[in-house]
């Protein structure tokens, strides 16, 4: 594949396998989960399973910090690997952990993931207070040190916030509009305005939850999706953030959803059907899935010009400004 191609958020069951066909399929840049609800020391021991990743299988990954990675990967045939959390568990209660946690190569931090968190309010609370005290102060650190603020799971208020906080764009790694399929996680057209008129990024997922008529949806009527919203948010602020999920067990699932928060079982959007993870549509079973994508943006009027952005170039010139600290 031609296009310098970049996937904002995959958490599979890692193994070489796996990391031979994100390679294979020409992806160069690829932001992991490394963190759900973990506290700082099991994030840790998080990072010490991908060092061994690193030297087990360096012919295919290394650990990515900066957007120069993302070039050096293309050339070299592999792929750059960049650490993010889908909440803030790790930094605690702690603030200057998020520097510790930068030094380590985190690159991404999600304010909350579903619930309300110390920072902010997630996506499927019924009141969204907003962002609070200490998430305030946990974004002026994350703008300083370089780390992005992810509100993929959160909730509308407090992204409006946080766009309007954050002296740095904002990312949504993972999600979708909100107008096209009514799952709670996707976004609705203010929020990705803001967010776009704010220089942030949308990553469309490829989970099927987040999808019209999940695992069924067309890649038709996938990329007629992204068409809407690059005239909502314009060609230069969207890219892909697949949220695939590779050879998980179902109880990673009930890992996701309930942490160490709830006894009962958390069917995320309400339904038991959710329950374990869904199949993924016949056109997106791994990354390969990718060219099926790019193919469909050309076949209904995308330029290759527009096509090369939403691949991998918006999410580079994104990393580019993001990685990099600023003074105190």
């Given at each position: 594949m031609s296009h310098l191609l970049i996937d904002c958020l995959q958490y599979s069951n890692w193994s070489r396998p796996i990391f031979q066909q994100i390679r294979d399929a020409g992806v160069s840049g690829l932001h992991v989960t490394i963190c759900y609800h973990e506290n700082f020391i099991e994030t840790v021991r998080n990072i010490t399973k991908w060092n061994d990743y690193f030297a087990d299988n360096s012919d295919l990954i290394f650990h990515g910090k900066y957007a120069a990675d993302i070039e050096r990967a293309k050339a070299e045939n592999r792929v750059a690997v960049f650490y993010g959390f889908q909440n803030c568990s790790p930094i605690e209660d702690d603030v200057r952990l998020v520097e510790i946690f930068h030094q380590l190569g985190v690159r991404f931090m999600q304010l909350s993931y579903n619930n309300q968190s110390l920072l902010a309010t997630g996506c499927y609370e019924a009141v969204d207070t907003g962002i609070t005290r200490m998430g305030r102060e946990v974004i002026k650190e994350m703008n300083r040190v370089g780390m992005v603020i992810d509100m993929s799971h959160s909730a509308n208020h407090s992204t409006l916030q946080a766009i309007e906080l954050s002296t740095r764009p904002i990312a949504i790694t993972h999600a979708n509009p909100h107008s096209w399929h009514e799952a709670l996680r996707n976004k609705p057209d203010n929020v990705l305005r803001a967010l776009a008129q704010s220089g942030g990024m949308l990553g469309f997922s490829i989970y099927p939850h987040h999808l019209k008529d999940k695992s069924q949806c067309s890649v038709q009527?996938?990329?007629?999706?992204?068409?809407?919203?690059?005239?909502?948010?314009?060609?230069?602020?969207?890219?892909?953030?697949?949220?695939?999920?590779?050879?998980?067990?179902?109880?990673?699932?009930?890992?996701?959803?309930?942490?160490?928060?709830?006894?009962?079982?958390?069917?995320?959007?309400?339904?038991?059907?959710?329950?374990?993870?869904?199949?993924?549509?016949?056109?997106?079973?791994?990354?390969?899935?990718?060219?099926?994508?790019?193919?469909?943006?050309k076949q209904i009027g995308f330029n290759?010009?527009?096509?090369?952005?939403?691949?991998?170039?918006?999410?580079?010139?994104?990393?580019?400004?993001?990685?990099?600290?600023?003074?105190?």
């Open positions: 009527s996938f990329c007629e999706m992204i068409a809407r919203t690059a005239e909502i948010m314009g060609v230069t602020q969207i890219g892909f953030g697949s949220d695939l999920c590779l050879e998980q067990p179902d109880s990673v699932v009930e890992w996701m959803r309930n942490g160490r928060w709830t006894k009962a079982m958390d069917y995320g959007e309400g339904s038991k059907d959710n329950a374990g993870f869904p199949k993924q549509p016949e056109w997106f079973e791994n990354s390969t899935g990718f060219a099926n994508i790019l193919a469909g943006l290759d010009d527009d096509i090369a952005l939403i691949a991998g170039k918006n999410w580079l010139k994104f990393f580019r400004e993001s990685f990099v600290g600023k003074e105190s």
